[in-house]
């Protein structure tokens, strides 16, 4: 018998291939995940993956030659009254539709996974022994955020700088709440927007945590509060799109396989623009 080639994929199969390792019913209630726009039976030869639905990378993922963007961010997380093409959302939808773009989010459905986007921070800072930060009901093996350890202790400081190496560049850099001479061993991780976990974190016994989008009052409550107690939980806070670009070539990587063992076969690439949208930061007058 001749062995048969691998065929190309469809949207709905990548779509399904995705969703196969990031069910939509771990997805948030409020969230918005699934296929945005595009034809369910339009062949797929290469997919993209980003962070940011934005123009900029509908561009990129066009210029790629790529038939689906995959992005982790929703595209209409919040309601629309018109997705015209005078409009910055319609933009972007008007744009992929004209190129034969589809466009398919993962996102806290992506979060809650393992792998998942909080398992590729932790992995890229060479944690070991994940568990969920959050774990979803009745799945203690699923949820957002993670806690793992390092390989031995290290000084905040140093453990700063070890977040700084893995992440790519962002204006913000890396913030740091707490004494970089204190020895940190067990970490907590979020990606992306942390700062409503802190109880969890507390509770996971955490020295550090890493996150994004750390608020003023609740970091300050926590560090406070931590005065009172050890000193820990230390906070290390990095930029949203930093913390969860990580995810991206992992999940690229699983599709592929993925779909090859059903007799498919894509490209994935993974998007090179940062979207963080910050664009300059200016030192502070002594600094």
């Given at each position: 018998?001749?062995?048969?080639?691998?065929?190309?994929?469809?949207?709905?199969?990548?779509v399904d291939a995705i969703e196969a390792m990031h069910p939509r019913e771990w997805a948030q209630p409020w969230d918005a995940v699934g296929l945005v726009c595009g034809d369910p039976a339009a062949p797929v030869a290469k997919v993209h993956f980003?962070?940011?639905?934005v123009l900029e990378v509908v561009e990129e993922a066009i210029a790629a030659g790529a038939d689906l963007l995959v992005t982790h961010h929703p595209l209409l997380l919040r309601p629309v009254n018109s997705v015209a093409a005078t409009t910055f959302k319609g933009a972007v939808l008007h744009r992929a539709v004209r190129a034969?773009?589809?466009i398919h989010v993962a996102h806290t459905n992506a979060d809650a996974g393992?792998?998942?986007?909080?398992?590729?921070?932790?992995?890229?800072?060479?944690?070991?022994?994940?568990?969920p930060l959050d774990p979803l009901p009745g799945r203690p093996d699923l949820g957002i955020g993670r806690v793992g350890h390092l390989a031995a202790p290290e000084r905040l400081g140093d453990f700063a700088d070890r977040?700084?190496?893995?992440?790519?560049?962002?204006?913000?850099?890396?913030?740091?709440?707490g004494d970089p001479d204190a020895f940190v061993q067990r970490v907590a991780v979020c990606g992306g927007s942390g700062d409503s976990l802190f109880d969890q974190v507390r509770a996971s016994g955490a020295d550090v945590y890493v996150t994004a989008d750390l608020r003023h009052h609740p970091a300050s409550e926590a560090r406070e509060r931590a005065g009172f107690e050890d000193g820990r939980p230390?906070?290390?806070?990095?930029?949203?799109?930093?913390?969860?670009?990580?995810?991206?070539?992992?999940?690229?990587?699983?599709?592929?396989?993925?779909?090859?063992a059903d007799g498919r076969t894509v490209a994935a690439h993974v998007s090179t623009t940062r979207t963080d949208p910050w664009t300059l930061r200016v030192p502070s007058r002594g600094e």
């Open positions: 018998m001749i062995p048969q080639s691998p065929q190309p994929a469809t949207v709905q199969q990548v980003a962070v940011d639905p034969g773009l589809a393992a792998p998942g986007v909080s398992d590729a921070l932790a992995r890229v800072l060479d944690l070991d022994g994940l568990v977040v700084a190496a893995a992440l790519p560049a962002t204006e913000q850099g890396i913030r740091l709440a230390y906070l290390v806070d990095v930029a949203h799109w930093a913390s969860e670009w990580p995810w991206l070539a992992g999940c690229a990587d699983r599709l592929v396989v993925a779909l090859a």
